[in-house]
């Protein structure tokens, strides 16, 4: 079972240019949602999305953009990358929006701007 | 500021020793998440632990909920180099939420 797929794993950007980070899920769930992983930060909430049509901001959304069309995928775009979104990005996704269920994870992308 | 505050942040230990990891916060969360991250990997969840003083054993892991649902611990027994690993836990509160704490890194020497 794929699970939660990320592409690309490894990405370097300049300053200024933008992108967009793949998220897909082949669980059918309901709830996806964006992390960034920083040394001794531990993972924050971007956005996320409990259902198609559906978005919301975390706890660090500056800079960052998502849509939800289809249940199976959630893109997140960079508008403009600047030094301070070099990170981890993960995305994950589960059964639904109640915060008591579990997070299935991707292996993450790891990301580098200049 | 973490809302949730994990200790240690490094913990090396030889292997057959025991460890304890802590998870403390001054907010009451609904459940507490337990995830173990490997490097190059997502976060992989271990435990969910929903009850004040709940206490969960899944083989030589223990966790334990606190009764006020505010704090919690791991504990290894007789570790192995298996159990190295980014340690995570994570705090559900009313919202479409979790809360991360930044992790303890726990290496078990050979």
């Known amino acids: 079972n794929a699970g939660v797929t990320q592409t690309p794993k490894f990405q370097v950007l300049k300053t200024g240019q933008s992108m967009t980070l793949q998220c897909a899920q082949d669980?059918?769930?309901?709830?996806m949602s964006w992390y960034r992983q920083d040394p001794g930060m531990g993972l924050r909430l971007i956005h996320y999305?409990?259902?198609?049509?559906?978005?919301d901001q975390g706890e660090v959304p500056n800079g960052y953009n998502v849509s939800r069309s289809t249940t199976e995928d959630f893109p997140l775009r960079l508008l403009s990358a600047a030094p301070s979104q070099t990170s981890v990005y993960f995305c994950?996704?589960?059964?639904?929006?109640?915060?008591?269920?579990?997070?299935?994870f991707g292996d993450g992308t790891r990301l580098s701007i200049l | 500021t973490q809302l949730l505050e994990q200790s240690p942040q490094f913990l090396s230990i030889q292997e057959g020793e025991n460890l304890t990891v802590y998870c403390n916060s001054s907010s009451v969360f609904s459940s507490l998440q337990w995830y173990r991250q490997e490097p190059g990997e997502g976060p992989v969840l271990l435990v969910t632990v929903v009850t004040g003083g709940e206490v969960k054993k899944l083989k030589r892991l223990t966790f334990q909920f606190g009764d006020a649902r505010k704090d919690s611990s791991l504990h290894i027994t007789a570790a192995q180099p298996g159990d190295t690993g980014l340690y995570l836990c994570a705090g559900a509160g009313d919202d479409y939420k979790l809360s991360f704490g930044a992790g303890t890194t726990v290496t078990v020497r050979a």
């Open positions: 994950a996704s589960s059964a639904s929006g109640n915060s008591n269920q579990p997070q299935h």
């Open positions: 669980m059918n769930h309901e709830y």
């Open positions: 999305s409990v259902g198609a049509g559906i978005t």
